[in-house]
C-alpha cells in the first residue's frame, strides 16, 4: 500500500535538549497510526513538524509520496493535512455551520458567505464520512465528544485525507471514547488517514492498525496491536534498558513522617482524580508511586504539597495535621519537592542560578533574615549547591535556561537537598536527563534515605521505582490498587498492574503502611 | 562576573533605548520634511530650549509626577500584572487628599503627612477593588483597572459637582477649599538658585519622589516580598511551588502600586493648593509608557520620565517659535516607545542565545 507519510531521520532540537532524535515513521494510506510514549518523549514536537507548526532541524518528510517542507500549518492543510488539537478551537457562539466555515467562507457578490454552499458541502462532507450534525445547532449547547466531531468535520470540509488527533480520547468519557472509535473506523473506511497520538495503552491497541512507540525524542518500535500487550507497550515506553539504580540495604524505621488518610481530589468536572488513598510513608523510607500517566499520580502529590485543593481526607506530616496549611507552611516544616515538569514548576528559565537556588525557602537561612533577601548568603549556598552536586556551570549569574536539562535537574535536586527535608516529594527525578546525571540523582536520594528522609517518589520508569523504592503502591484510576515489594517484582510484572490487569487478584490492597 | 561581561551587558542594556531614540530622531526628521518643515531647525529650536535652567527646572517638575506614576506601574509589571488603573487612582487619591487637607489645620509634618496618607490609602483602595475582582472573581486586572478608571472620572466629577451644589466650594474659586500653608511641601528652589536667576519654582515633591524610587529598590531588590514578586511575575507556577501565595501576591502589589499611584496628583496638588477641576490629566498612562522604557528598574523610569519631560517641553516651545508642528514630540514619544520595547525583545532574544552558547563552550573548554 501506498505510504501517506513518511519521515526520515526527523531531528529536532531546542537548547539543552534533543525533542526528535532521527525519527523514523511510515503511515500507509487509509490506516489508523497511533503515537505511543510518555509526556515528554517527543509525540508534540513531532506532530506540530508535520502540522508546520515548527520547522524540523534535520530529515525528509514526504507525503504521499512528495518531497515536503511545510514552514506555516496552511502549507500542511493544502497538502491534505487536517489537525485537531485536543484543546477546542470552537466559537461557542457561532454554529455548527458557522464554526466549520469559519476561515474558509464560500462567498457569493460582494463578498457575502454564501451559506446554501457552504450546507450543501458541510452535508456532503457530513456523508462521505459518516459523520451526523446538526448545523445549526450553536456549539455551546453541544457535548464534549459532539464539539470534538464539529472539530473533525472542519478539518474534513477544508479538504484533508489526512488526520492529526492530538490526544482525542482525554476529555472524553468511555461512552464517548466508543463513539470517536466508531466515526473513526468509518473515515478509514471512507479512505482518510488518521495519525493519532494517545497513552491510554487500551485504547491504542483497540483502535490502531499500526502503532509507533517513541521514547526520549527517538522511535523505538512499530508495532502491530495483534503482536503486543498492554505490558509489551508500557515496557516499550519507558524503556528497560536504562541503567538500574542498586537495591541497598533498607533504612526503614518506624517513625511515620508522612500519612495520608482517605485522601479525595475531584478533577474540573468534579469527578475523583485521586479516590479514597490512604498511605504511609516512614522515616528512611522511600515509597514509589507507579501508574500510568493520568491516573491521579500527580493529583496526589500536588495535594501534599498544597497546590491543589483537597476534597476530603488528612494530610498529617510527623504527627502534626498539614492538611489546611498553605504550601509555605508545609515547606517551613519541611516538604521539599521536586516538581514533574522542571520548566513548568521547578525554575525561574530567565533568572540567574542564584536566585533559583533560593525558591520554595526564600524564607529561611541562609536566603534571608527577617523580611531581608540575603544575596551574599545566597550565592554562597548556591555555589556549595554547585560544588556538591556537580552543576555543570561557568558561574552562578547564568540564567537556568542556559544550562543543560540534567544540570537543570541537579540544580533542582540540590536546591531541596541541601534543605535537609524530612520529607522529599519527587516526581519523575530523573526524567529526560543523561545516564550520568542519572545516577547522582539517585545516589543523592539514597544517601538522603540513609540519613532519614521520608521520599515519596513518582516515577514512569520502572526500574527506577523497583530500584529506589522500599515499597511501591500502584495506582489505577485514581486508587491504591496494589501494595507490592520492589525486590519480588520486575517492570514486567509491575507494568501488568499499572494498565489494571492484575487488579482481580489484589482487590483488597488500599492501605500501605 | 568580568569586567568585559560587565561592560557587555551594559551595552546590551542601553542598546534598545538609545537605538529608539535616535531611530526617532531620523523617523521624525523625515516627517518634518514631508510636511515642509526643516527638521534642523526644529531639533536646535528643542535643544537651545532646554538648555535653559527654567525649562530644566519645568522638565523636573514634569518628570516628577511622571516618575512617580512610572513606579506605581511597575510594582505590579514586576509580577505581570498589569496596573492601567493608575489613572483613576492619582485623581480620586488627589481629590481626596485635597479635600481632607483643606478640611484641617495641623503642625507642617503631621499636616502634609496627613495629606499623603489620605492620598496613599485612596490610591490604594481603588486599586485594591480591581484586586479583590482579580483574587476573588478571577477577572482580568487591565480590564477592570481600565474600567475603573472610568468610574474614578466619573465619580470625581460627581463630587466636584456635589460639593459645589453643597456651597462646599466657593463658585469663584471652583475646586477643593485651599490647604492651609502647613500642608504645603515647600519648594526647593534654592537649589535651581545655586546656579543662575528663576522665574519658576521647583517642586518638593521630587524629594517624594526620590524616596518612592529608593524605597522600590529596596524593596524589589533586597527583600523577601521583592523575590516572591519577581518570582511570582518569572513564572507564576513555579512560584506557586515555592510557596509563593499568588492571590495573596496579585492583592499585595494591587495595593502598594495603587498606594504609590496615589501619590502622582501630590505635585499638582502641592502647586496649586487645592483639586480644581482642570486637575492635570494622563499622568497615568504616560506613566506605564515611562514605566516599559526604563523597564521597571528605578533608574531607567527616572530616565524616561527625563525624556518624556523633555519631548512635551519641546512640543511646548515649537509651538511658540513655529518652526515645525508641536505634534512632532507626540511622533517621537510614539516611535521611540514602540521600537524601544521592541528593541528589548531583540536583545533579550540575543542574549538568550549568546548565554546558552557561552555556557555551553565554556563546559566544552572544561570537559
Same mark, same amino acid.
Given at each position: 500500500m501506498a505510504l501517506a507519510i513518511e519521515l526520515t531521520g526527523i531531528t529536532k532540537r531546542f537548547p539543552g535538549v534533543i525533542a526528535n532524535d532521527d525519527i523514523n515513521l511510515a503511515v500507509e494510506a487509509g490506516e489508523i497510526h497511533a503515537i505511543c510514549g510518555e509526556n515528554g518523549a517527543g509525540k508534540s514536537t513531532l506532530m506540530k513538524i508535520l502540522y508546520g507548526m515548527q520547522p524540523a532541524d534535520e530529515g525528509v518528510m514526504k507525503v504521499n509520496g512528495e518531497i515536503v517542507d511545510f514552514t506555516s500549518p496552511s502549507e500542511a492543510i493544502d497538502a491534505g493535512i487536517g489537525m485537531v488539537?485536543?484543546?477546542?478551537?470552537?466559537?461557542?457562539?457561532?454554529?455548527?455551520?458557522?464554526?466549520?466555515?469559519?476561515?474558509? @467562507?464560500?462567498?457569493?457578490?460582494?463578498?457575502?458567505?454564501?451559506?446554501?454552499?457552504?450546507?450543501?458541502?458541510?452535508?456532503?462532507?457530513?456523508?462521505?464520512?459518516?459523520?451526523?450534525?446538526?448545523?445549526?445547532?450553536? =456549539?455551546?449547547?453541544?457535548? /464534549?465528544?459532539?464539539?470534538?466531531? /464539529? @472539530?473533525?468535520?472542519?478539518?474534513?470540509?477544508?479538504?484533508?485525507?489526512?488526520?492529526?488527533?492530538?490526544?482525542?480520547?482525554?476529555? #472524553? $468519557?468511555?461512552?464517548?471514547?466508543?463513539?470517536?472509535?466508531?466515526?473513526?473506523?468509518? #473515515?478509514?473506511?471512507?479512505?482518510?488517514?488518521?495519525? +493519532?497520538?494517545?497513552?491510554?495503552?487500551?485504547?491504542?491497541?483497540?483502535?490502531?492498525?499500526?502503532?509507533? =512507540?517513541?521514547?526520549?525524542?527517538?522511535?523505538?518500535?512499530?508495532?502491530?496491536?495483534?503482536?503486543?500487550?498492554?505490558?509489551?507497550?508500557? @515496557? #516499550?515506553?519507558?524503556?528497560?534498558?536504562?541503567?538500574?539504580?542498586?537495591?541497598?540495604?533498607?533504612? $526503614?524505621?518506624?517513625?511515620?513522617?508522612?500519612?495520608?488518610?482517605?485522601?479525595?481530589?475531584?478533577?474540573?468536572?468534579?469527578?475523583?482524580?485521586?479516590?479514597?488513598?490512604?498511605?504511609?510513608?516512614?522515616?528512611?523510607? /522511600?515509597?514509589?508511586?507507579?501508574?500510568?500517566?493520568?491516573?491521579?499520580?500527580?493529583?496526589?502529590?500536588?495535594? $501534599?504539597?498544597?497546590? @491543589?485543593?483537597?476534597?476530603?481526607?488528612?494530610?498529617?506530616?510527623?504527627?502534626?495535621?498539614?492538611?489546611?496549611?498553605?504550601?509555605?507552611?508545609?515547606?517551613?516544616?519541611?516538604?521539599?519537592?521536586?516538581? %514533574?515538569?522542571?520548566?513548568?514548576?521547578?525554575?525561574?528559565?530567565?533568572?540567574?542560578?542564584?536566585?533559583?537556588?533560593?525558591?520554595?525557602?526564600?524564607?529561611?537561612?541562609? +536566603?534571608?533574615?527577617?523580611?531581608? +533577601?540575603?544575596?551574599?548568603?545566597?550565592?554562597?549556598?548556591?555555589?556549595?549547591?554547585?560544588?556538591? +552536586?556537580?552543576?555543570?556551570?561557568?558561574?552562578?549569574?547564568?540564567?537556568?535556561?542556559?544550562?543543560?536539562?540534567?544540570?537543570?535537574?541537579?540544580?533542582?535536586?540540590?536546591?531541596?537537598?541541601?534543605?535537609?527535608?524530612?520529607?522529599? $516529594?519527587?516526581?519523575?527525578?530523573?526524567?529526560?536527563?543523561?545516564?550520568?546525571? %542519572?545516577?547522582?540523582?539517585?545516589?543523592?536520594?539514597?544517601?538522603?534515605?540513609?540519613?532519614?528522609?521520608?521520599?515519596?517518589?513518582?516515577?514512569?520508569?520502572?526500574?527506577?521505582?523497583?530500584?529506589?523504592?522500599?515499597?511501591?503502591?500502584?495506582?489505577?484510576?485514581?486508587?491504591?490498587?496494589?501494595?507490592?515489594?520492589?525486590?519480588?517484582?520486575?517492570?514486567?510484572?509491575?507494568?501488568?498492574?499499572?494498565?489494571?490487569?492484575?487488579?482481580?487478584?489484589?482487590?483488597?490492597?488500599?492501605?500501605?503502611? | 562576573m568580568t569586567d568585559d561581561s560587565l561592560r557587555r551587558r551594559i551595552f546590551m542594556t542601553l542598546a534598545a533605548p538609545v537605538g529608539a531614540v535616535l531611530l526617532s530622531v531620523v523617523f521624525s526628521a523625515i516627517v518634518l520634511l514631508i510636511a515642509g518643515a526643516n527638521p534642523f531647525a526644529a531639533y536646535a529650536d528643542m535643544f537651545e530650549h532646554a538648555a535653559k535652567l527654567e525649562t530644566q527646572v519645568s522638565m523636573i517638575n514634569r518628570a516628577t509626577p511622571l516618575y512617580i506614576s512610572g513606579v506605581a506601574a511597575a510594582i505590579g509589571f514586576r509580577m505581570n500584572l498589569f496596573n492601567i488603573g493608575v489613572e483613576g487612582q492619582y485623581l480620586l487619591a488627589a481629590i481626596f487628599a485635597a479635600f481632607v487637607g483643606g478640611a484641617v489645620a495641623l503642625p507642617g509634618v503631621f499636616h502634609i503627612g496627613l495629606i499623603l496618607l489620605v492620598a496613599m490609602f485612596v490610591g490604594g483602595m481603588w486599586a485594591g477593588v480591581a484586586g479583590l475582582l482579580y483574587t476573588q472573581r478571577g477577572i482580568n486586572e487591565v480590564i477592570s483597572t481600565i474600567m475603573l478608571n472610568g468610574v474614578a472620572l466619573g465619580l470625581v466629577a460627581a463630587l466636584v459637582k456635589e460639593w459645589q451644589a453643597k456651597g462646599d466650594i466657593a463658585i469663584v474659586k471652583v475646586g477643593t477649599e485651599p490647604i492651609a500653608d502647613s500642608g504645603i511641601i515647600p519648594n526647593l528652589t534654592f537649589i535651581p538658585e545655586l546656579f543662575g536667576d528663576i522665574r519658576n519654582d521647583l517642586t518638593g515633591v521630587l524629594v517624594i519622589a526620590i524616596v518612592v524610587g529608593i524605597s522600590y529598590h529596596v524593596l524589589i531588590n533586597r527583600t523577601v516580598f521583592g523575590y516572591d514578586l519577581r518570582a511570582s511575575g518569572a513564572n507564576p507556577f513555579a512560584a506557586r511551588a515555592g510557596g509563593i501565595p499568588p492571590k495573596r501576591m496579585v492583592m499585595t502589589a494591587m495595593l502598594m502600586s495603587g498606594a504609590v499611584g496615589g501619590l502622582v496628583g501630590m505635585a499638582e496638588i502641592m502647586d496649586k493648593g487645592r483639586y480644581n477641576p482642570n486637575f492635570v490629566g494622563y499622568l497615568g498612562f504616560n506613566g506605564i509608557a515611562v514605566t516599559l522604557l526604563g523597564r521597571n528598574h528605578p533608574a531607567g523610569i527616572a530616565l524616561g520620565a527625563l525624556l518624556w519631560a523633555f519631548l512635551e517641553a519641546s512640543s511646548n516651545i515649537l509651538q511658540v517659535t513655529n518652526t515645525a508642528p508641536k505634534e512632532i514630540a507626540d511622533i517621537m514619544k510614539g516611535v521611540i516607545l514602540l521600537s524601544t520595547v521592541i528593541g528589548y525583545e531583540v536583545v533579550r532574544r540575543i542574549r538568550v542565545r549568546e548565554e546558552a552558547a557561552r555556557t555551553a563552550a565554556r563546559l566544552a573548554e572544561v570537559a
Amino acid at each position: 500500500m501506498a505510504l501517506a507519510i513518511e519521515l526520515t531521520g526527523i531531528t529536532k532540537r531546542f537548547p539543552g535538549v534533543i525533542a526528535n532524535d532521527d525519527i523514523n515513521l511510515a503511515v500507509e494510506a487509509g490506516e489508523i497510526h497511533a503515537i505511543c510514549g510518555e509526556n515528554g518523549a517527543g509525540k508534540s514536537t513531532l506532530m506540530k513538524i508535520l502540522y508546520g507548526m515548527q520547522p524540523a532541524d534535520e530529515g525528509v518528510m514526504k507525503v504521499n509520496g512528495e518531497i515536503v517542507d511545510f514552514t506555516s500549518p496552511s502549507e500542511a492543510i493544502d497538502a491534505g493535512i487536517g489537525m485537531v488539537h485536543q484543546h477546542f478551537m470552537l466559537a461557542g457562539q457561532l454554529s455548527v455551520l458557522e464554526n466549520v466555515i469559519l476561515g474558509a @467562507e464560500p462567498t457569493k457578490s460582494a463578498n457575502r458567505i454564501d451559506r446554501a454552499v457552504a450546507t450543501k458541502h458541510l452535508a456532503e462532507v457530513g456523508e462521505a464520512y459518516g459523520l451526523t450534525i446538526d448545523p445549526d445547532d450553536l =456549539v455551546e449547547t453541544l457535548e /464534549v465528544g459532539e464539539r470534538q466531531r /464539529v @472539530e473533525i468535520i472542519k478539518v474534513l470540509y477544508r479538504g484533508a485525507k489526512i488526520l492529526i488527533l492530538d490526544e482525542p480520547t482525554a476529555v #472524553l $468519557v468511555p461512552q464517548e471514547v466508543d463513539e470517536l472509535f466508531r466515526n473513526m473506523r468509518e #473515515l478509514k473506511a471512507d479512505g482518510a488517514t488518521i495519525l +493519532f497520538i494517545d497513552h491510554k495503552l487500551e485504547e491504542v491497541l483497540e483502535i490502531a492498525d499500526t502503532i509507533t =512507540v517513541l521514547r526520549q525524542g527517538k522511535t523505538v518500535a512499530t508495532v502491530k496491536p495483534t503482536d503486543v500487550t498492554t505490558a509489551d507497550l508500557a @515496557e #516499550l515506553m519507558v524503556g528497560s534498558e536504562l541503567p538500574t539504580p542498586a537495591t541497598s540495604a533498607s533504612t $526503614v524505621t518506624d517513625e511515620v513522617a508522612l500519612e495520608i488518610r482517605d485522601l479525595t481530589v475531584l478533577d474540573d468536572n468534579g469527578r475523583p482524580s485521586v479516590d479514597n488513598v490512604s498511605l504511609r510513608v516512614h522515616r528512611g523510607e /522511600v515509597v514509589g508511586v507507579a501508574g500510568v500517566e493520568g491516573n491521579g499520580q500527580n493529583e496526589m502529590i500536588e495535594a $501534599v504539597m498544597g497546590t @491543589e485543593p483537597i476534597h476530603a481526607g488528612t494530610i498529617i506530616l510527623h504527627n502534626s495535621d498539614i492538611t489546611r496549611l498553605s504550601v509555605r507552611a508545609r515547606r517551613e516544616a519541611g516538604i521539599g519537592y521536586v516538581p %514533574q515538569d522542571r520548566h513548568h514548576e521547578g525554575l525561574l528559565l530567565e533568572a540567574p542560578l542564584w536566585e533559583n537556588a533560593a525558591l520554595g525557602y526564600q524564607t529561611k537561612a541562609p +536566603f534571608s533574615r527577617g523580611i531581608w +533577601f540575603d544575596s551574599a548568603g545566597t550565592r554562597e549556598r548556591t555555589e556549595k549547591i554547585r560544588e556538591e +552536586f556537580d552543576v555543570r556551570t561557568p558561574d552562578i549569574d547564568v540564567s537556568a535556561h542556559a544550562l543543560s536539562g540534567g544540570n537543570q535537574q541537579k540544580l533542582i535536586i540540590g536546591r531541596e537537598m541541601a534543605s535537609e527535608p524530612e520529607l522529599l $516529594v519527587a516526581a519523575h527525578p530523573t526524567r529526560g536527563i543523561d545516564v550520568g546525571a %542519572q545516577a547522582a540523582v539517585w545516589e543523592n536520594i539514597r544517601k538522603a534515605r540513609r540519613a532519614g528522609m521520608a521520599t515519596l517518589l513518582i516515577s514512569a520508569d520502572l526500574e527506577e521505582l523497583i530500584g529506589l523504592s522500599d515499597t511501591i503502591v500502584v495506582m489505577y484510576k485514581g486508587r491504591l490498587v496494589a501494595v507490592l515489594d520492589p525486590n519480588e517484582i520486575d517492570a514486567r510484572a509491575l507494568g501488568s498492574y499499572m494498565t489494571g490487569a492484575n487488579l482481580a487478584l489484589d482487590t483488597t490492597a488500599g492501605d500501605a503502611s | 562576573m568580568t569586567d568585559d561581561s560587565l561592560r557587555r551587558r551594559i551595552f546590551m542594556t542601553l542598546a534598545a533605548p538609545v537605538g529608539a531614540v535616535l531611530l526617532s530622531v531620523v523617523f521624525s526628521a523625515i516627517v518634518l520634511l514631508i510636511a515642509g518643515a526643516n527638521p534642523f531647525a526644529a531639533y536646535a529650536d528643542m535643544f537651545e530650549h532646554a538648555a535653559k535652567l527654567e525649562t530644566q527646572v519645568s522638565m523636573i517638575n514634569r518628570a516628577t509626577p511622571l516618575y512617580i506614576s512610572g513606579v506605581a506601574a511597575a510594582i505590579g509589571f514586576r509580577m505581570n500584572l498589569f496596573n492601567i488603573g493608575v489613572e483613576g487612582q492619582y485623581l480620586l487619591a488627589a481629590i481626596f487628599a485635597a479635600f481632607v487637607g483643606g478640611a484641617v489645620a495641623l503642625p507642617g509634618v503631621f499636616h502634609i503627612g496627613l495629606i499623603l496618607l489620605v492620598a496613599m490609602f485612596v490610591g490604594g483602595m481603588w486599586a485594591g477593588v480591581a484586586g479583590l475582582l482579580y483574587t476573588q472573581r478571577g477577572i482580568n486586572e487591565v480590564i477592570s483597572t481600565i474600567m475603573l478608571n472610568g468610574v474614578a472620572l466619573g465619580l470625581v466629577a460627581a463630587l466636584v459637582k456635589e460639593w459645589q451644589a453643597k456651597g462646599d466650594i466657593a463658585i469663584v474659586k471652583v475646586g477643593t477649599e485651599p490647604i492651609a500653608d502647613s500642608g504645603i511641601i515647600p519648594n526647593l528652589t534654592f537649589i535651581p538658585e545655586l546656579f543662575g536667576d528663576i522665574r519658576n519654582d521647583l517642586t518638593g515633591v521630587l524629594v517624594i519622589a526620590i524616596v518612592v524610587g529608593i524605597s522600590y529598590h529596596v524593596l524589589i531588590n533586597r527583600t523577601v516580598f521583592g523575590y516572591d514578586l519577581r518570582a511570582s511575575g518569572a513564572n507564576p507556577f513555579a512560584a506557586r511551588a515555592g510557596g509563593i501565595p499568588p492571590k495573596r501576591m496579585v492583592m499585595t502589589a494591587m495595593l502598594m502600586s495603587g498606594a504609590v499611584g496615589g501619590l502622582v496628583g501630590m505635585a499638582e496638588i502641592m502647586d496649586k493648593g487645592r483639586y480644581n477641576p482642570n486637575f492635570v490629566g494622563y499622568l497615568g498612562f504616560n506613566g506605564i509608557a515611562v514605566t516599559l522604557l526604563g523597564r521597571n528598574h528605578p533608574a531607567g523610569i527616572a530616565l524616561g520620565a527625563l525624556l518624556w519631560a523633555f519631548l512635551e517641553a519641546s512640543s511646548n516651545i515649537l509651538q511658540v517659535t513655529n518652526t515645525a508642528p508641536k505634534e512632532i514630540a507626540d511622533i517621537m514619544k510614539g516611535v521611540i516607545l514602540l521600537s524601544t520595547v521592541i528593541g528589548y525583545e531583540v536583545v533579550r532574544r540575543i542574549r538568550v542565545r549568546e548565554e546558552a552558547a557561552r555556557t555551553a563552550a565554556r563546559l566544552a573548554e572544561v570537559a
